[in-house]
């Protein structure tokens, strides 16, 4: 929490101020914090890849169309398959406010997400085939389904699962379930 801007403050004569610092008066009944810069100025948490589409539709569209593709962009499409949610937890407002003064108002969030790995790195020319060194990542093995599973150096490739539980349920001994950031974060 940050320093609060103001404080009420309450004496013993029944009197009431509001000043900026917190006073030392032996008179004073009590100080209660008013507000604090965070709530004066409320900031909207935003992904790396929502605020790239509000900036994109900052440039290249107007305030109308933006809320438009954030509210319809829930993670259903117009035929009923999912898409990707990247409205998330904004609310028109947020989007609004991030819109009018998004240097002072956006603060960019990781997203992160449960990974399989292995337990230590490995050097490319140890393992043939190895584009680079590193951790190796669970993927599935690109037909669609995490049955046919194999290794792969690239996290961005890598299966991503939303709690620790399920990772977990594909690990071995030579692997482990760690949260990291995703997007390249």
């Known amino acids: 929490m940050t320093e609060p801007v103001a404080y009420l403050n309450k004496y013993l004569d029944k009197s009431t101020n509001i000043t900026r610092y917190k006073p030392e008066n032996r008179r004073l ?21 929502q605020y790239n589409r509000l900036m994109w539709d900052k440039e290249n569209t107007d305030l109308s169309t933006c809320l438009e593709y954030f509210i319809n962009s829930d993670g259903n499409n ?12 904004l609310t ?3 989007i609004a406010q991030a819109w009018l003064n998004p240097e002072e108002t956006i603060e960019i969030v ?28 669970l993927t599935d093995g690109g037909d669609y389904s ?3 599973c194999e290794m ?4 961005d490739e890598a299966t991503q699962f939303d709690t620790k539980e399920e990772a977990e349920k594909w690990t071995n001994p030579l692997t482990e379930a760690v949260q990291l950031p995703v997007e390249g974060e």
Do not use: C
């Not at 792969?152 to 996290?155: E, G, L, Q, S, V």
């Open 29 to 49: 009944l009590s100080s209660d914090p008013l507000y604090t810069a965070e709530k004066l100025h409320p900031r909207v948490k935003m992904t790396k890849k």
């Open 78 to 89: 117009d035929f009923g398959l999912p898409s990707e949610n990247l409205r998330g937890d």
């Open 92 to 94: 028109q407002e947020n």
């Open 110 to 137: 990781t997203t992160m997400k449960w990974f399989v790995r292995s337990k230590e790195k490995y050097e490319a020319d140890v393992v043939q085939g190895l584009p680079e060194s590193g951790y190796l990542y």
């Open 146 to 148: 995490i049955e046919y």
């Open 152 to 155: 792969t150096t690239f996290k």
